[in-house]
């Protein structure tokens, strides 16, 4: 399946110096697990799991996991999954975009090319969790779906009590719906092509 990385056409980071490597995206590899546990650990607010747990991802969810890499350097993370029975969802754990390359559309690319891969073709629904305070993952998220063309529906999923004593704040279920109805689900958005080279 879908080993080798590619090129992502279109993203500019206008902050890296000109004979930066390319961005490439693809499936991680047990390799890619402590570097892909560093960058999570660089992005609050998202709760870091253990060495494992990345390793364990990248080892059997790789299909449903994506990595940006720059050159040698894993810049961007996506894990996912589909719930277990439900082909038809692909739930988004965590996203994670190194400081230096926000603001370029590498979230919602990493996006693009999750739900292009063959083994999510029967997926027409992506749901995630955002919390309240996070308005970079929210907007992420709905500017992935306006870029499918798709709906969007909340509602909350787990209570800040959910979590018992360790402070968390709500979580809330974005379930982006109807995906494959208009999508074009091609690499890179809309978006990112316009701020592209
Ligand atoms: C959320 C995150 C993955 C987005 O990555 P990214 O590559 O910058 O994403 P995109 O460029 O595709 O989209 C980001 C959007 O959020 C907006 N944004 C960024 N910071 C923001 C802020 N503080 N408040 C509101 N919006 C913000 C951007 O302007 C952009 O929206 P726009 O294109 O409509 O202007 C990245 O910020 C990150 O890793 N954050 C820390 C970890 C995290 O919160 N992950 C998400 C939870 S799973």
Redesign the pocket.
């Known amino acids: 399946m879908m080993n080798a990385t590619i090129p992502v056409q279109g993203l500019r980071v206008a902050a890296l110096a000109a004979d930066a490597p390319k961005l490439r995206l693809g499936l991680p590899a047990s390799g890619d697990g402590a570097q892909i546990h560093a960058l999570v650990g660089r992005?609050?607010?998202?709760d870091l799991n253990s060495p494992y747990a990345y390793l364990l991802l990248c080892h059997h969810f790789a299909d449903t996991c994506v990595v940006a890499r720059r050159g040698e350097r894993v810049v961007g993370f996506i894990s996912a999954y589909c719930p277990p029975g439900n082909p038809a969802v692909v739930f988004v754990w965590?996203?994670?975009?190194d400081a230096a390359?926000?603001?370029?559309?590498?979230?919602?690319a990493m996006l693009a090319e999750l739900l292009a891969r063959p083994v999510l073709a029967q997926v027409d629904t992506l749901e995630?969790t955002?919390t309240p305070s996070?308005?970079?993952?929210r907007?992420?998220f709905l500017?992935f779906a306006a870029a499918q063309q798709a709906g969007v529906a909340e509602q909350s999923l787990f209570a800040a009590s959910d979590f018992g004593a360790a402070a968390h704040e709500e979580e809330i279920l974005l379930r982006i719906e109807g995906l494959r109805a208009a999508a074009n689900l091609s690499c890179p958005s809309p978006?990112a092509a316009i701020r592209g080279e």
């Open positions: 992005c609050p607010p998202l965590q996203v994670a975009v390359e926000r603001g370029q559309s590498l979230g919602n995630t955002v996070n308005l970079a993952s907007r992420m500017n978006r």
